[in-house]
């Protein structure tokens, strides 16, 4: 209920997105590259907790991932699925 699907996403989370990228593109587009069938999970644990530790302090258990559309298809866990 917290969440809401937008058309395009809110400007807080695009300068978010922005200022991340900023700092830490070339180490998430050398994960992307460097993956072979690493689960979505793992992509996440390794860009999010150990290269660049921009989660660290943030509880993310009481999250609940949503689930993601491409191609009005649903994404599973898979990276190779993206």
């Known amino acids: 209920e917290s969440f809401r699907i937008y058309d395009s996403p809110p400007p807080t989370m695009v300068q978010a997105c922005k200022v991340f990228l900023g ?29 660049t530790k921009v989660c660290e302090g943030v509880d993310t258990t009481k999250q609940e991932r949503p689930t993601v559309y491409m191609d009005g298809k649903p994404v599973g866990a898979k990276s190779e699925e993206l």
């Open 23 to 51: 700092d830490h593109e070339d180490t998430v587009e050398q994960s992307i590259l460097a993956q072979k069938s690493d689960s979505l999970e793992t992509l996440i644990d390794k860009i999010c907790w150990k290269q």
